[in-house]
């Protein structure tokens, strides 16, 4: 069966940091894009990173430009999301999905993801 955890999430003070980790089962992520996604109460789901699986490349929405970064650990068949200088507003529950989008660059259609993890809480508050 295909599954994806992700872990890592808590409760953060302003400008903290947190890694958010996507772990897969009954498949190799390296084969997949991963798209982090998050939301929060009242909001609709958006996404906040992705990897393609075709060439590497990366996306994040100005949100979040330059404080989280996305990467694979293909050893241990892990995604992680590193968030930096987190802020009130990164507050919400996050996402890993995978997508068999093949082409370069992601796609940022949640439809184009089959598989979805349960989500991890983040809260970053003082």
């Known amino acids: 069966q295909l599954q994806l955890v992700e872990s890592g999430g808590g409760l953060v003070q302003p400008g903290g940091s947190l890694r958010l980790s996507c772990a897969a089962s009954?498949?190799?992520?390296?084969?997949?894009?991963i798209g982090w996604f998050r939301q929060a109460p009242g909001k609709e789901r958006e996404g906040v990173s992705c990897?393609?699986?075709?060439?590497?490349?990366?996306w994040y929405p100005n949100s979040v430009k330059g404080r989280f970064s996305i990467a694979r650990d293909n050893a241990n068949n892990r995604v992680y999301l590193q968030m930096n200088s987190l802020k009130p507003e990164d507050t919400a529950n996050y996402y890993c999905?995978?997508?068999?989008?093949?082409?370069?660059?992601?796609?940022?259609?949640?439809?184009?993801?089959?598989?979805w993890g349960q989500g991890t809480q983040v809260t970053v508050s003082s």
């Open positions: 999905a995978a997508s068999s989008w093949k082409l370069p660059s992601c796609p940022r259609a949640q439809r184009l993801y089959a598989y």
């Open positions: 009954g498949f190799t992520l390296n084969e997949y894009t």
């Open positions: 990897i393609s699986s075709r060439d590497g490349s990366t």
